[in-house]
């Protein structure tokens, strides 16, 4: 008997139900359906909207002076609205912190994504070489070598907006290339760094910049060569290039 074709309205039905966890037919359907990729983006958008709300941290006795304000709304009805505005004004710094982080940011966000999914290095199950390619391409890249080895591709939500998390083996082990949308004008730059005991390699590529975490920085060096042997990324402008050490 013939399993029944998973769809779009499948895929709708099960990222609305649990946004975090989809299926192998879904996540398999993601890859290749763009209209979904960009269901999947409006949803992640919205899952990361209500994280950076449910986590602003309210300055106690907030609900005695919203109490009192009400009470007193003739005698001060500026002190409200000041106190709203204070919190307002310390989430936009918060943001804008984010977005004009150093170069080290890139690094640092690319381990914690890593530590965030540890089953993406668990998995065996391996990807079409086509389905891969499709990937790289919706991110503004060319796979010239087909990439046999990606065991694990899904689309995550990121700060700046939505990116790719890929796992590959080579011969030293698994090794996680993360392609990232830029988030601002500034252009990343080349940084190959450590961070809490992994290496990290970051290089501007594609739609933003991509992020290539490994055991060690060698290790992420050497496999950011291997996948340029693969890849070509479009230049997105002159680069400063930063080798820490």
Known sequence: MNQPVFNCLDFRREKTADPRHLSEAAEEHLIACPACQSFSRRINAQERLLQEVVSIDVPDSLAERIIVSQRSRTRAPFALWALAASLM????????????????????????????????????????????????????????????????????????????????????????????????????????????????HVEPGGQGFFAVVAG????????????????????IGPLASARDS
């Not at 060690?216 to 230049?235: C, F, G, N, T």
């Open 216 to 235: 060690d920085k060698e290790q992420a060096r050497a496999a950011s060569a291997m996948l340029s042997q693969h890849v070509s990324w479009s230049s």
């Open 89 to 200: 004004l310390s989430v936009g710094m918060g943001v804008q912190f984010w977005h004009t982080a150093p170069d080290r940011e890139h690094v640092a966000m690319a381990v914690e994504h890593v530590r965030h999914e540890p089953e993406a290095l668990m998995s065996t199950r391996l990807i079409e070489p086509e389905r891969v390619a499709q990937v790289f391409e919706n991110f503004g890249a060319h796979v010239r070598v087909p990439l046999s080895a990606v065991r694990y591709v899904k689309l995550c939500p990121v700060p700046g907006g939505t990116g790719w998390h890929i796992v590959f083996d080579t011969a030293k082990g698994p090794v996680t290339v993360l392609l990232m949308p830029q988030q601002t004008e500034r252009k990343a730059r080349i940084i190959t760094a450590s961070y809490d005991g992994m290496g990290v």
